[in-house]
């Protein structure tokens, strides 16, 4: 992550043919779109956004991210040491029925909640001792032209294009539309590739939770 939002400012302009004073974008109009266009990226790209931080449990089952948080990713270890293995609460419903009353011990097993990506349940219930390592989608704070981008420096060019789609589709006539579609188009493709690359290049075999309560 090396490059600054003002990088991506002069190259989208160079796209939309926008280099000439005065601008027919000025930079604060430019640099809200491009808020804009990263938080795209964090809703069809979470992974590409992740951050490791420890929090506090709550005494119970079900537990909250931090409140810059997208989705949750993956839960890692608890402060017993302990590593912490993601399960199928289906499975565990059939083999441990009123698992979320059990009471508290070392917490082994996490499961999503399917009705917010930013909760989570343990198992066994968490003590208000307890914390985890998590893994988590962390929301970008608003950027300004100064700041660097956070994101890999192999999405830049997909990232420039993606605020000349959206600096493009601001004109009506249809010559303007055409292109704000094919610069949308290469964004969207182009953060959709890093996907189509990790089947090809990731070993782990982790396609889905386990169905192995610990």
């Given at each position: 992550?090396?490059?600054?939002?003002?990088?991506?400012?002069?190259?989208?302009?160079?796209?939309?043919?926008?280099t000439?004073?005065?601008?027919?974008?000025?930079?604060?109009?430019?640099?809200?779109?491009?808020?804009?266009?990263?938080?795209?990226?964090?809703?069809?790209?979470?992974?590409?956004?992740?951050?490791?931080?420890?929090?506090?449990?709550?005494?119970?089952?079900?537990?909250?991210?931090?409140?810059?948080s997208?989705?949750?990713?993956?839960?890692?270890?608890?402060?017993?040491?302990?590593?912490?293995?993601?399960?199928?609460?289906?499975?565990?419903?059939?083999?441990?029925?009123g698992?979320?009353?059990?009471?508290?011990?070392?917490?082994?097993?996490?499961?999503?909640?399917?009705?917010?990506?930013?909760r989570?349940?343990?198992?066994?219930?968490?003590?208000?001792?307890?914390?985890?390592?998590?893994?988590?989608?962390k929301?970008?704070?608003?950027?300004?032209?100064?700041?660097?981008?956070?994101?890999?420096?192999a999405?830049?060019?997909?990232?420039?294009?993606?605020?000349?789609?959206?600096?493009?589709?601001?004109?009506?006539?249809h010559?303007?539309?055409?292109?704000?579609?094919?610069?949308?188009?290469?964004?969207?493709a182009?953060?959709?590739?890093?996907?189509?690359?990790?089947?090809?290049?990731?070993?782990?075999?982790?396609?889905?939770?386990?169905?192995e309560?610990?």
């Amino acid at each position: 992550m090396s490059f600054t939002v003002a990088e991506v400012l002069q190259d989208a302009r160079e796209l939309v043919q926008d280099t000439s004073t005065p601008y027919r974008y000025d930079d604060a109009f430019m640099v809200r779109k491009f808020n804009q266009v990263i938080r795209k990226a964090v809703i069809m790209r979470p992974d590409l956004f992740t951050q490791v931080t420890t929090i506090a449990c709550s005494a119970g089952a079900m537990q909250v991210c931090p409140t810059d948080s997208v989705r949750i990713m993956d839960v890692l270890t608890s402060s017993t040491g302990e590593a912490v293995k993601e399960i199928n609460q289906e499975v565990l419903d059939m083999m441990v029925p009123g698992w979320e009353l059990t009471g508290a011990g070392p917490t082994k097993n996490w499961m999503r909640y399917p009705r917010d990506p930013n909760r989570f349940y343990v198992y066994p219930a968490a003590t208000a001792s307890l914390a985890l390592e998590i893994l988590y989608t962390k929301c970008p704070v608003m950027l300004t032209a100064s700041d660097v981008v956070p994101i890999q420096d192999a999405y830049y060019p997909f990232v420039v294009d993606g605020l000349a789609g959206v600096l493009e589709s601001i004109d009506a006539e249809h010559v303007e539309s055409g292109r704000s579609k094919m610069f949308q188009d290469s964004f969207t493709a182009g953060l959709s590739a890093g996907l189509q690359a990790r089947r090809i290049t990731d070993t782990e075999t982790a396609a889905g939770p386990a169905n192995e309560v610990v």
